[in-house]
T-cell receptor, first 119, second 115 residues
Framework: GAVVSQHPSRVICKSGTSVKIECRSLDFQATTMFWYRQFPKQSLMLMAT?????????EQGVEKDKFLINHASLTLSTLTVASAHPEDSSFYIC???????????????FGNGTRLTVT | AQTVTQSQPEMSVQEAETVTLSCTYDTSESDYYLFWYKQPPSRQMILVIRQEAYKQQNATENRFSVNFQKAAKSFSLKISDSQLGDAAMYFCAYRERGLFQKLVFGQGTRLTINP
């Protein structure tokens, strides 16, 4: 089955530093990847939609200068949390659909998530 | 914008019994997909079942089945013969048509299985 690899699984950083999270589709091409944020005991909140070769589309209320998304190839999207602060501590999950402009009827495949802790 | 509502924050069931998790959604679209995902303590998102809106027949996957009521915009999940491994957070999700086809999640239901 389709596999999405997300790295790192856990990161602890000091306030003010930047953190990069990678999301790779290992055995399929993903034109579109999605980045979610999940607070403890809450649902997944869509942050942005990442499109290969173009600018990401951010959801309302998400700071694009804080959460920088780059979709460099059909198999790689990165989320960089710029100048991280303790309030950015959260669980971040990426997901991708198979195929170019994957059909809405295909399920999204999720990475294992990244737990970010900013001290 | 489409919204998904899960009105049961927590549910519990005895092992081997049946439990139903509720989900309602709001959309003006006629064609879309609905999903149930499971998130165990490992936090990996696992697809449980999916339903095509244009299909009247309810989807089933082994012990998991749905009751899809399109007019009522309701999409409940029934788990039969509950097992300890079914304990997890369950999220109902709606996938819209359109350019980006993003997945919108409900608030989730935490399911506990009592041995």
């Amino acid at each position: 089955g389709a596999v999405v690899s997300q790295h790192p699984s856990r990161v602890i950083c000091k306030s003010g530093t930047s953190v990069k999270i990678e999301c790779r589709s290992l055995d399929f091409q993903a034109t579109t990847m999605f980045w979610y944020r999940q607070f403890p005991k809450q649902s997944l909140m869509l942050m942005a939609t990442s499109n290969e070769g173009s600018k990401a589309t951010y959801e309302q209320g998400v700071e694009k200068d804080k959460f920088l998304i780059n979709h460099a190839s059909l198999t790689l999207s990165t989320l960089t949390v710029a100048s991280a602060h303790p309030e950015d501590s959260s669980f971040y999950i990426c997901s991708a659909g198979q195929g170019v402009g994957s059909s809405y009827n295909s399920p999204l495949h999720f990475g294992n998530g990244t737990r970010l802790t900013v001290t | 914008a489409q919204t998904v509502t899960q009105s049961q924050p927590e549910m519990s069931v005895q092992e081997a019994e049946t439990v139903t998790l509720s989900c309602t959604y709001d959309t003006s679209e006629s064609d879309y997909y609905l999903f149930w995902y499971k998130q165990p303590p490992s936090r990996q998102m696992i697809l449980v079942i999916r339903q095509e809106a244009y299909k009247q027949q309810n989807a089933t996957e082994n012990r998991f089945s749905v009751n899809f009521q399109k007019a009522a915009k309701s999409f409940s999940l029934k788990i039969s013969d509950s097992q300890l491994g079914d304990a997890a957070m369950y999220f109902c999700a709606y996938r819209e048509r359109g350019l980006f086809q993003k997945l919108v999640f409900g608030q989730g239901t935490r399911l506990t299985i009592n041995p």
